[in-house]
């Protein structure tokens, strides 16, 4: 399990654009930190760096468990989970359909996808084509996939855009309950987060 995130002297290239360098960051159990800069950055770029997704120019992105350091590629397979500005879901089937698909793919259960489904309101919503979900019941089931099939680490690019407030503050205890659990969370925003977090800047 992830116990703590290190990244030490990275660089990522995007083309012929050095997007940062040098970047170095901590991540422990229980801590949230939100990752802010100016558009172009290179703050989803970071994410999928970590994710294993993106090959850096140079530095090193390494996880620790209670016992000591991971196999990242093991870690990014079993301990993380990456939630992008594009959700993933596969438009033709229900929302239960998906939801259930990518608990179970990712280490959950049917149960857990149908408690996951009850804590962000979507029991109503599961049985409707993931086609005819508004954006934000959209983000809410990909939302869901974190809480169903619980990893440590969530890597979250703009998560909480197409919410309104009152599913924001959902999100929020979502969030809040990963972290008392030990999770770790970095989250790429432009909004505050609806918990309490730790800042770092990229690209300043």
């Given amino acids: 399990m992830i116990e703590s ?25 229980g801590e949230a930190v939100a990752l802010v800069g100016r558009n172009g950055a290179g703050k989803t770029s970071l994410l999928r760096a970590i994710a294993g997704l993106l090959l850096p120019e140079a530095g090193t992105v390494a996880f620790a468990g209670k016992a000591g ?5 093991e870690a990014r397979a079993r301990g993380l989970h990456l939630l992008g500005h594009q959700d993933g879901l596969k438009s033709a089937r229900t929302a239960g359909e998906e939801l259930d698909f990518q608990a179970r793919w990712t280490g959950g259960s049917q149960a ?13 919503l599961l049985g409707l084509d993931v086609r005819r979900l508004s954006a934000g019941q959209r983000r809410r089931l990909a939302l869901a996939r974190l809480a169903a099939s619980p990893r440590p680490l969530w890597l979250l690019d703009e998560p909480l855009a197409p919410l309104d407030a009152a599913r924001r503050e959902q999100a929020g ?3 809040t309950r990963h ?8 989250a790429a925003v432009h909004d505050p987060l609806p918990i309490p977090a730790r800042t770092v800047e990229i690209g300043a």
């Fill in 5 to 29: 995130l290190s990244v030490r002297a990275l660089s990522v290239r995007r083309g012929e654009r050095l997007l940062f360098a040098a970047f170095d960051l901590e991540v422990k159990a």
């Fill in 69 to 73: 350091a991971l196999e990242a590629d």
């Fill in 112 to 124: 857990s996808a149908a408690e996951a489904a009850r804590m962000l309101d979507l029991t109503p």
């Fill in 179 to 186: 972290l008392a659990d030990g999770g770790l969370i970095l």
């Fill in 173 to 175: 205890e979502l969030m």
